[in-house]
């Protein structure tokens, strides 16, 4: 028997990802290509559509197009497919209802949401929170955005960003001046340029490090300085992880999860960065019974949001199947 098959993407503000993904999770072609968002909507749209049928054409042997699921950073109007708040990146994006004509341009259910939404529902469908009903996802980056599942359902609110804005708790009330207006955001203070920023304004006051003179400075040179023992790295990076402690702690207690993924390209030292971030759970966090929440490390990486598109556009698809039965 044919088996379904979902047409993914991952727009990002300087890359669009696309993938096919069976039920399983797995992924049976890809592609890769800049977003060009500053042609505008229609062009990226139809970008997309082409993409998507190379992708279609390249998979037809394995089954059959069976939805469309697509991942956006910013603010989504889920139920409309409607793209809300973009800051910027795609300049007339906002008020498209990118959804619907996506069903249309392949005659398939279509859903769009959050990105840090869909990597959350990638990694509860089939990642590291799998057979968990209580999730939180934090992804860690540019900025920091985070995605909720309560009761086995993904959290969807009718202001549109709940449980998106874990970048957005006041860890800080003193701290730096965020873009959203806000001071001592957990994104100011916990993102990947926030621990760059830090070193390298030390290392401008001539502190001593083992990375002055350092071309490039990124958070992995920072990582190894910090596994090499170099004390003004290592410094930094403890109240790097102590802010962002305090934001999973902040988002356990309001949440409480079973687990907690944390993803992002950081995330690739591993323990290097998740031995802190538990040991301050551990230590901070109200929980019954004590350390009853799991943290972890993402298991799908980059695939994790068209994975989550692939399972959020199923279960819509799903649903709209039984609501046409009740009709009948």
Aim: hydrophobic share 40%; glycine share 16%; proline share 4%.
């Amino acid at each position: 028997m044919s088996e379904p098959l979902y047409l993914t993407y991952d727009v990002g503000g300087t890359r669009l990802k696309s993938g096919i993904v069976d039920r399983a999770g797995h992924i049976l072609a890809r592609r890769l290509i800049p977003t060009e968002g500053a042609a505008g909507a229609d062009d990226l749209i139809a970008r997309m559509v082409a993409l998507g049928r190379e992708l279609t054409a390249e998979t037809g042997e394995h089954g059959y197009l069976a939805g469309v699921g697509v991942a956006f950073t910013g603010v989504i109007d889920p139920d409309a497919g409607r793209v809300l708040l973009l800051n910027g990146k795609i300049p007339d994006i906002e008020g498209v209802e990118v959804g619907p004509r996506l069903a249309a341009a392949f005659g398939v259910p279509a859903a769009v949401d959050n990105d840090t939404r869909l990597y959350t529902v990638g990694e509860w469908r089939h990642g590291a929170a799998r057979g968990y009903d209580n999730v939180v996802g934090v992804t860690i980056g540019t900025g920091i955005g985070s995605g909720v599942v309560l009761g086995g359902r993904l959290l969807q609110t009718g202001g549109m960003v709940g449980g998106l804005l874990g970048g957005h708790l006041t860890v800080d009330i003193h701290g730096p001046l965020c873009s959203c207006g806000n001071r001592g955001c957990l994104e100011t203070v916990g993102s990947v340029p926030a621990l760059v920023g830090t070193m390298q304004d030390h290392l401008a006051r001539g502190c001593a490090s083992s990375l002055q003179g350092t071309e490039g400075l990124t958070a992995e040179r920072i990582i190894d300085a910090v596994t090499a023992g170099d004390p003004l790295a290592t410094f930094l990076f403890a109240r790097w992880t102590a802010y962002l402690g305090a934001g999973l702690v902040t988002l356990v207690h309001a949440y409480d999860p079973d687990v907690l993924v944390v993803g992002g390209g950081i995330m690739q030292a591993g323990d290097v960065v998740l031995a802190p971030l538990r040991d301050y759970i551990a230590r901070h966090g109200w929980t019954y019974p004590k350390g009853r929440v799991q943290l972890r490390g993402g298991m799908l990486g980059d695939d994790a949001a068209l994975i989550g598109g692939a399972a959020l556009v199923e279960e819509r698809a799903r649903r709209e199947a039984r609501v046409e039965r009740q009709a009948v």
